[in-house]
């Protein structure tokens, strides 16, 4: 077995966090540095409202000046970890790989909360629109295509549109002809990334933590996600921090002489919320940014 470091460790964890945060990298990411102070600071990030041109009445007349209204949006951070006692016996007599037999769950556990963050804006969304309780390639085209048109009527940008969706509308969408799969594109580090492929405009990707029967169709500014790396604590006896692609993860691992055993803990803060254009938001419309998408009932 190799000998454990916190850096060993980290370095084993990131790149497998990094491949589990799918959503995260379909959306705004809040700048780390923004979040300062305790366990679970708010946020506020001012999303621009949009501005409509006036029409000079006559020539020479008096214009109108029109303030820049702003919506707020808060992100919350909670302390998301997993945390291990490797007693004398683990590391004596039963491990024989530490790296996938205890990072590897641990990376996992943190991995899935902090993607969770994301998945339960999303899930938390009233449903828009829905498909048919039997899936047909028509309807199923015809609820993505309405979505489409949800989104362009609102101005949302053509660009950056993605299509989250759950294993079960996966399985709908990939009976599609029109679906531009990117297993047959050869775009191996899509494949990674759990993106599906592309229709109707939309990135499609797969994702376990939403709901059962639902979707999002959305712009990338339709959510903002944050992940901090914890601060090193000044007590722990070994640390290490990584950071790749917007990810942060911080291994503390450490001896416990108490239990006779080696602490080791992974961890990090996160964070995210839906994007709305109203104060105090009641409905759908409130987030043009967003399509939530549904089964109806058989």
Excluded: C
């Amino acid at each position: 077995m190799a000998v454990l470091t916190a850096q060993g460790i980290a370095r084993v964890a990131i790149p497998l966090i990094t491949r589990s945060l799918v959503l995260g990298r379909t959306v705004t990411m809040v700048p780390a540095a923004g979040f300062t102070g305790p366990n679970g600071e708010t946020i506020t990030v001012r999303v621009r409202k949009p501005r409509s041109a006036r029409t000079q009445a006559t020539a020479g007349s008096s214009i109108t000046y029109d303030d820049q209204n702003e919506v707020a949006v808060e992100v919350t951070l909670a302390h998301l970890y997993d945390a291990y006692h490797v007693t004398d016996e683990d590391l004596s007599l039963n491990l024989e790989d530490f790296a996938s037999q205890i990072s590897a769950p641990q990376a996992a556990a943190v991995a899935t909360g902090a993607e969770d963050a994301l998945a339960t804006a999303m899930n938390d969304l009233a449903v828009d629109a829905e498909f048919a309780a039997s899936a047909t390639a028509d309807d199923t085209k015809a609820t993505i295509l309405g979505a489409r048109e949800t989104l362009g009527e609102a101005d949302v940008p053509a660009g950056d549109r993605f299509l989250a969706v759950s294993p079960s509308i996966a399985t709908r969408l990939l009976s599609l002809d029109e679906l531009i799969r990117v297993d047959a594109s050869g775009a191996d580090s899509a494949l990674r990334d759990a993106i599906i492929g592309r229709y109707l405009g939309f990135t499609v990707v797969e994702s376990n933590g939403l709901d059962t029967d639902t979707a999002v169709a959305y712009h990338r500014s339709g959510f903002v996600w944050a992940n901090k790396l914890p601060s090193t604590p000044r007590g722990a006896n070994e640390t290490a921090t990584v950071s790749r692609d917007g990810v942060n993860i911080r291994q503390i691992f450490q001896y416990d002489p108490d239990v006779l055993s080696d602490a080791s803990v992974l961890s990090t803060f996160a964070g995210a919320a839906a994007v709305h254009d109203e104060d105090s938001p009641a409905s759908g419309s409130d987030y043009p940014r967003i399509v939530k998408l549904g089964v109806a009932s058989s």
